[in-house]
């Protein structure tokens, strides 16, 4: 006997239903932004189709992504993209998936480019430790014209998408991509060090989301030394990579700022300052080479 046909509408209600049955905590933003992915439309175009009834081959393009989203695979790499800054980039298991708190990060990268200080500057150096998938690297070099990166990835494959990301958001001849876990031969002088390393303690793995834990690259989200390791390796490097008056950009953890901040001193680091997040957890370091 055929199903009876639903409309996108009731599709969209019980496919929500259904993740949340499941844990997933956006349930209807997952519903819409999967199933506007087999109709081609956007969130908007959703909301103006309730009453379109589905075809049987889109339904079972859907439940194929459906099913997927149920295994706890991110949105994010089903649908192979993520907005940042207002521009899309391609994201894929290789790369760490942006975070909104980390266009806190690329805000205050910006300000502390465009300061007076740098005004006469026809070059603005920012480098940038652990690409992924190039959302900062990339949209600094799209928001600033001045901007050329230098930029190191540890994992081939995420230097790939963060390659492509340049590229699609035409700023490649400005982003230098380096595989390499080191800061050997990556210059010194830069305006700005930007990182968002990986942070998380090992130890934390155990009650960490399965969205994150089972399938983002650990390589972008573990460090040793209860999480401090790369926090500790960017601090220590930067008064050697910076400019006189640059400045250190870096994303931590919750809970990690008061250490991060003594690390930051005893590096000989200056005038240390901290951005909130939007859950109001102290996020951002900005420390300048004075
Ligand atoms: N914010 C990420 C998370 O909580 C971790 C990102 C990182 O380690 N840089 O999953």
Redesign the pocket.
């Known amino acids: 006997m055929a199903e009876p046909i639903l409309t996108l509408g009731e599709v969209i209600i019980r496919t929500t239903d259904f993740f949340r049955g499941k844990g997933i905590v956006t349930p209807r933003l997952d519903a819409e932004l999967l199933v506007g992915e087999v109709l081609g439309m956007d969130r908007l175009q959703v909301y103006l189709s309730f009453d379109r009834p589905m075809a049987e081959s889109e339904m079972a393009r859907a439940r194929e992504l459906v099913r997927r989203r149920a295994g706890m695979e991110p949105v994010a790499y089903i649908l192979g993209r993520r907005d940042f800054f207002g521009r899309s980039f391609e994201v894929n298991p290789a790369v ?1 998936i942006p ?1 909104p708190e980390t266009e806190l990060l690329v805000e205050a990268a910006l300000a502390a480019l465009r300061d007076e200080r740098w005004a006469g500057e026809a070059e603005l150096r920012v480098l940038e430790f652990g690409v992924g998938s190039g959302a900062i690297a990339v949209s600094l070099a799209a928001e600033e014209p001045r901007v050329q990166v230098v930029a190191t990835e540890i994992s081939p494959a995420a230097a790939e998408v963060a390659r492509r990301n340049a590229e699609r958001h035409g700023v490649s001849d400005r982003v230098t991509l380096l595989v390499q876990a080191d800061f050997e031969g990556v210059g010194d002088g830069f305006h700005v060090l930007a990182a ?5 303690d090992p130890a934390d793995k155990a009650t ?1 989301m399965p969205d ?1 834990v089972n399938h ?1 690259p650990h390589q ?2 573990f460090a040793d030394n209860l999480g401090y390791a790369a926090i500790e390796q960017v601090l220590k490097a930067a008064p050697e990579l910076l400019a006189t008056g640059g400045s250190v950009i870096m ?1 931590v ?1 919750a809970g990690q700022m008061d250490k991060t901040k003594e690390i930051a001193k005893a590096a000989g680091l200056a005038e240390v300052s901290v951005i909130k997040d939007y859950a109001g957890i102290e996020r951002i370091l900005v420390a300048y080479k004075l």
């Open positions: 760490l975070r968002n390393p990986p942070y998380v960490m994150v983002e972008a989200l994303e953890g």
